[in-house]
């Protein structure tokens, strides 16, 4: 059964950093792009990172630009979402996803993690 699991949320100071894990199972992650999404209350979901099956390329919502990293580890089955100099508005349930390509509308999805920036 195809599984992602996000970790790593939590609530941080203004100006603080946390790395969030995408943990996939019952698939081979080297097959696919995962992307990272989040939702704030009130507001639609909206993509913040991608990564490609390859890891050669990534893609970043301006929000997060020279903030966030994406990575993988194909050989751990997880994908990492690296975010520094957090602000308030970063605060949202951020969910991982997975598709073969990048799109907005991704197949398989997680249930979510919720990050809360606020001093």
């Known amino acids: 059964q195809l599984q992602l699991v996000e970790s790593g949320g939590g609530l941080v100071q203004p100006g603080g950093s946390l790395r969030l894990s995408c943990a996939v199972s019952?698939?081979?992650?080297?097959?696919?792009?995962i992307g990272w999404f989040r939702q704030a209350p009130g507001k639609e979901r909206e993509g913040v990172s991608c990564i490609s099956r390859s890891g050669m390329s990534t893609t970043y919502a301006d929000s997060v630009k020279g903030r966030f990293i994406i990575s993988r580890d194909n050989a751990k089955n997880t994908v990492y979402l690296q975010m520094n100099s957090l602000k308030p508005d970063d605060t949202a349930v951020y969910y991982c996803?997975?598709?073969?390509?990048?799109?907005?509308?991704?197949?398989?999805w997680g249930k979510g993690t919720l990050v809360t920036v606020s001093s």
């Open positions: 019952g698939f081979t992650l080297d097959y696919y792009a």
């Open positions: 996803a997975a598709d073969r390509i990048c799109v907005l509308y991704m197949d398989y």
